[in-house]
């Protein structure tokens, strides 16, 4: 059973960090693609960063680009985002997602961990 669980969200003052991870567990991930989703309240969920398992190729929102940092340990099955420089925009729930394979969607989901950041 793949199961991908997130950790490290919370409240936050604007300017602030915090460093999300997501463990995943029950198949290999070798060559899935991870990222990062936010659904703020109201909004639909966006893509905010993705890497590929073993290419290291990544992608950001221009929304984030130059604040937040995506990473991975393949040893040892985890996925890393960096916040920089938080902004009460940022504030959503965060979601861990993986592709199957080298498929170009995101099959599998984390049930997410809430980001808050405050003015």
């Known amino acids: 059973q793949v199961r991908l669980v997130e950790s490290g969200g919370g409240l936050v003052q604007a300017g602030g960090s915090l460093r999300l991870s997501c463990a995943a567990s029950g198949r290999t991930f070798t060559s899935s693609r991870m990222a990062w989703f936010r659904q703020a309240p109201g909004k639909e969920r966006e893509i905010v960063s993705s890497i590929g398992w073993s290419t290291r190729a990544t992608y950001y929102a221009d929304s984030v680009k130059g604040r937040f940092t995506i990473s991975r340990d393949n040893g040892k099955n985890l996925v890393y985002l960096q916040m920089d420089s938080l902004q009460p925009e940022d504030t959503a729930v965060y979601f861990c997602?993986?592709?199957?394979?080298?498929?170009?969607?995101?099959?599998?989901w984390g049930q997410g961990t809430q980001v808050i950041v405050s003015s």
């Open positions: 997602a993986a592709s199957d394979g080298r498929s170009t969607s995101y099959t599998y």
